[in-house]
């Protein structure tokens, strides 16, 4: 079983589940600032390694009115503030290779995250490997855990074996997704760590008309079926005021209700584990 190292832990199926968590969207600095710490302080009292995340753009929405971001540049500033006040490792992710290369060229990113809709982009793949960085593949919606192999395959051609791959649901007809299990124990099969995301599995895409719903009244109970089977972390987008995000706001969790949520992943997590 294949681990991989950041900062001062080692992310792998068989050690405690690490958290991935964030606001879907960069909306500010302030605001992003203010996330960042809320989650660390929360992660600190329950004693669990935490990755933050967020996203500078958001090129998949559903709408042409939709919410962008602040953009690469603007966003690089504000990850480089906060690793500089709480010292965590940075995920974001990526929608080209000319955005891989720029991040490659900074230590300031520690994880680059393939949108599910394009991890079967073989330049895509091939850029984000060449940037040496840990590689954060998300199954498409679309796709077989039987089908990441190939994707793997593609990581390796760049001698990148720093790969981390997540299951985010898959479609279950229109505007629905649903959770199988059975995914994770078969991708735990490619040796990589697996990550599941507990808050893009419960999105229902173009739900909305204009913009993508969601049920983020089940991302507990999703989240503790995932950590039954074991899985290596937990990948959460968090926000302050949910219902009134520029992006995802129907699938994020309320961060008031996430240290609770963390402390009976905890639980489980040791059981399953032992």
Known sequence: MKKVKINNFEISNSNPFCL?????????????MKMAELIYE?????????????SFD???????????????????????????NINCPILTDIHNETQCNEISGSDIVDIIQIPAFLCRQTDLLIAAGKSKKIINVKKGQFLSPHDMPNIIEKIHTTNNHQILLTERGTSFGYNNLVSDFRSIEIMKGFEYPVIFDA??????????????????????VLSKAAIA?????IFIETHDDPDNAPSDGPNMLNVKDLKSLILKLIELDNVSKS
Do not use: W
């Open 229 to 233: 089977v074991g899985v290596a972390g």
């Open 199 to 220: 808050t893009h599995s419960v999105q229902e895409p173009g739900g909305l008309g204009m913009k993508s719903g969601g049920k983020r009244e089940y991302i507990p």
């Open 58 to 84: 958001k090129a998949n929405r559903t709408s042409i009115q939709s919410t962008r971001g602040v953009g690469l540049f603007k966003a690089l500033e504000i990850f480089n503030e906060i690793k500089s």
């Open 20 to 32: 991935i968590a964030g606001p879907c969207l960069i909306e500010s600095r302030d605001h992003t």
């Open 42 to 54: 929360i992660c600190q009292e329950t004693r669990i390694n935490f990755i933050f995340k967020s």
